[in-house]
């Protein structure tokens, strides 16, 4: 995704292992959500199946366990790519694991510098499926170049396109409303997927960035696409 951060969903139950795997992760600049427990990982998963690029799943966890988080994502079609930590190597499991989804498997224990190489096969694969490009309404986001087009409002027929100036925290934000077009989203939602790494967290920063980036929209003729929901949040509308 270009300028962004690469997020990973770890799901680990073990405390020493996932503390370990969290700094590791985090040390080479990854966004890292770590939950102990399958369920509130699929709560997680289900919220914003988009906001991740890897999970590390754990094979045995409370609630869900890896296999069936994993079996849960492909029954949805999610190509999220999955590395599954397990203590056992029998040939059954890894059979099992594959067939559930599982795209690698690491037998633990393993080395850190194994698990970051495996990391980032999955990462490649993952910028490899994800689609080249989102369309909503008049809104074009090219993952290539990291950009956002819009069409003239005036001459959309023509195809003509401009692009949108934008910082990368604008880029999230549009982003992010482009993948859930209609659709409110709250400013804790906002918060959690857009700031959630920064330590130094302003609560009004949210109102300001929607403020910067309705602006940019304004400019092109569109200043009614991110509609507030008095109350609730924002909400990218297509009509
Ligand atoms: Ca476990």
Redesign the pocket.
Known sequence: MGCLAMRILLV???PDLGAALERSLKREKYVVDWLKDGTEAWQFLEHDPHQYTVAIL????PGLSGIELCQRLRAQQNPLPVLMLT?RDRMEDRVMGLDAGADDYLIKPFGMAELLARLRALQRRSLQIQPSQLQVGHLLLDYGTSTVSIASPVNYQTGNRQNIPLTAKEFQLLEYFMQYPNQILSRDQIIDRIWQAEADFNSNVVAAQIRLLRRKLAEYGYDHLIETVYGMGYKLTTQ
């Open positions: 680990e139950d073990e754990d094979w045995l966890l203590a």
